[in-house]
């Protein structure tokens, strides 16, 4: 697989919404915002992010609901 899933499926997180928009300030590249079923205090959550890293240059953790 190529994209940024396959951290989501490694770790058998639920994706519920994924959405992409072109990065103004950066030609060709693309922002992502996604949602997913998860709790910040878990440990496969945590592994995930760290695995996630490879395929991006910033993560920001908007909030947990």
């Not at 697989?1 to 519920?16: A, E, M």
């Not at 959405?19 to 496969?44: A, Q, V």
Request: proline share 6%; hydrophobic share 40%.
């Amino acid at each position: 697989k190529i994209g940024v899933t396959p951290p989501f499926d490694n770790y058998d997180l639920n994706l519920t919404k994924i959405e992409s928009m072109p990065n103004l300030n950066n030609p060709f590249n693309y922002l992502f915002c996604i949602d997913f079923e998860w709790s910040l205090w878990s440990e496969k959550v945590k592994r995930m992010f760290k695995e996630l890293e490879f395929f991006t240059e910033n993560i920001k953790i908007l909030g947990e609901y």
